[in-house]
């Protein structure tokens, strides 16, 4: 009798056991969904992207700086032009008197026409240097500003990633519009931009 009640003992002894990992479990399984779907929640809140092709256009910086480089184009270009038609005008002057002219006199005129040729070409390669070095800086500082104003941005909304999102370069091929900031984004650039400009 006494071995029976042990075995009974250690038989429900068991049972209990047995039933209690049996819920622990469950609860950790019940537990785990829970915090994934919070994860999932959070990680859907802390990352947005904005469309860059929507930020350049309506962002008056960009603007601004693109007037800035038109015009700087232009100018450079309408003074590459006015060289460039007074060489020609040289040369056609030469050529309709060359046959009249001792040869060493043409000799001499040919050279230095060489020479003015070789100097234009060169102010041309210069010049374009010099406009493709502004074009550079300007667009580093274009990039700056966007990128410092939106590390503060992204810290203020509390956002762990912000993506960039065109069609010219479509790294992201689509984001759900809700996670859209670039409205915001141009609104607050440009109020800021404002501000400095003052």
Known sequence: ?????SILTKFTFGII???SLAACNQNKTADKPAATTAATVDSKET???????TLLSKYEYTKDMNKRLEEKGKAS???????GQAFQREVAEYQKSAATLPADQRQATEQRLQRKQQEL????QNATAEFQNVQGTESAKQYD???????A???EKGYKLVLLYSKANPTVLYGDPSLDVTADVIKRLNEAYA???K
Do not use: C, E, P
């Open 153 to 155: 941005y992204a810290k």
């Open 121 to 124: 070409q060169g102010y041309q």
């Open 1 to 5: 009798m006494k071995t029976r009640a």
């Open 145 to 151: 500003k966007i990128a410092d104003f939106t590390k």
């Open 195 to 197: 501000k400095d400009k």
């Open 77 to 83: 270009q309408s003074d590459l032009q006015a060289k």
């Open 17 to 19: 056991l047995a039933g």
């Open 47 to 53: 990352i947005v992207y904005i469309n860059s092709d």
